[in-house]
């Protein structure tokens, strides 16, 4: 372990130090957006007041180690109306405050220091700060690009041992889009417990639905974290939870239900505003889709034909992560546009260091997104 949070270096790097400059200068168009606030999606105001409304009537404070019942309720429809389907049943629900605490409840449950997570090489730089919290190492498995950033099976075998407690899959994946379609038979005969993060599960684009893993593996102790803030673009109200499969509810749901009774994280208000955002919010997930869809279809077609450009058509979720030619340097091609108006993230930040990519997100305003994309095009033309 590096020690990271007693050793490492906080000072902003210079792509930050150039954001900064444009900020106070010029301005730029953000093309890394992840904040559905900031771009115009907010979720309708008059089903919250009425829902906080309702709790605040009637106001008790009756912490449950599992989360609200009408929630986890809720949630259990949730499931069952997925494709394909998966019967839950309610206890096998946990609420949490956020798929970040509920990411660190599964570390401590799955891990002791010294242990060890498989995770993906693309991959957020969320799961680098909490093995260094829990004190256990990330082994990254292979993406296989050529086939549409499928996992590798070999590289999964390959990077576990006798100390490997979990694999750490994300579907749709962040930044990829790549969606765990069928059952990978290299899962199966590990037979770990598997952590799935599916966020971004409400917006398919090259698939049709993203199934649940722990449909695909009825077998495995599955995790299936998700939460509200994609969901609904409520990251302000933060609630996320895990759904445990059958196997992950034998083997680990007593002792997550002592580790998450010991936090109780989730606040009451929010918890008791959930079966409302279900039942109604079906209208504005509608139109995030719609947008989000627009401006992929967009950027597709922008680069289909553009030599600068390799992309493959995501399978879900919100962002675009494009091999660009002609550069070797992507900090230095990340400068390069944002000195001509536009900010976009390197393919490092994720930990890929195989080519030269940029992501890109779809959730930005529409008419951004379209300046965006030809301050992009125009400056590599240059």
Not at 82 to 107: K, N, Q, V
Not at 244 to 249: G, I, K, Q, V
Not at 298 to 324: C, I, K, M, S
Request: proline share 8%; with cysteine.
């Amino acid at each position: 372990m590096s020690g990271f949070f007693a050793e490492g270096d906080l000072s902003p790097n210079r792509i930050e130090l150039a954001r900064r400059q444009a900020a106070a200068g010029a301005g730029y168009i953000d093309l890394t957006s992840s904040n559905p606030t900031q771009q115009g999606l907010l979720f309708p105001a008059d089903i919250l007041q009425h829902a906080a409304a309702t709790y605040l009537a009637n106001r008790r404070y009756t912490p449950d180690p599992h989360g609200n019942p009408a929630a986890r309720d809720a949630i259990v429809h949730y499931y069952a109306t997925r494709t394909p389907a998966i019967s839950l049943p309610p206890d096998d629900i946990f609420i949490t405050a956020s798929t970040s605490e509920a990411y660190g409840l599964l570390f401590a449950l799955l891990t002791a220091p010294g242990d060890n997570v498989l995770a993906p090489v693309v991959s957020y730089p969320l799961f680098e700060y909490l093995a260094e919290i829990y004190r256990v190492e990330l082994r990254p498995y292979a993406l296989d690009a050529a086939r549409g950033w499928r996992i590798d099976p070999a590289s999964l075998h390959a990077q576990a041992d006798e100390r490997t407690r979990a694999v750490l899959i994300i579907s749709p994946h962040n930044p990829t889009g790549m969606v765990v379609q069928h059952a990978l038979p290299a899962l199966t005969s590990l037979g770990l417990p598997v952590i799935c993060d599916e966020v971004f599960a409400g917006f398919p684009y090259g698939v049709a639905a993203v199934p649940p893993l722990g449909a695909l593996h009825p077998e495995l102790a599955v995790f299936h974290l998700n939460g509200i803030s994609k969901l609904f673009a409520l990251p302000d109200l933060k609630l996320g939870w895990i759904a445990l499969s059958s196997p992950a509810s034998t083997q680990f749901g007593e002792r997550l239900e002592l580790l998450n009774d010991t936090f109780l994280g989730a606040n009451s208000l929010t918890q008791s505003m959930l079966p409302s955002l279900f039942a109604q919010g079906g209208e504005f997930i509608a139109q995030m889709q719609t947008q989000i869809r627009h401006n992929l279809d967009a950027a597709l077609q922008a680069f289909a034909h553009n030599p600068h450009f390799v992309v493959q058509p995501p399978d879900g979720g919100y962002y675009l992560f494009p091999e660009v030619r002609g550069w070797n340097d992507e900090e230095e091609l990340v400068l390069h546009l944002l000195g001509n108006g536009v900010l976009v993230h390197p393919g490092y930040f994720y930990g890929y260091e195989v080519g030269t990519h940029i992501m890109i997100s779809a959730l930005t305003e529409p008419t951004r997104f379209a300046t965006g994309l030809e301050r992009l095009l125009a400056a590599l033309d240059r």
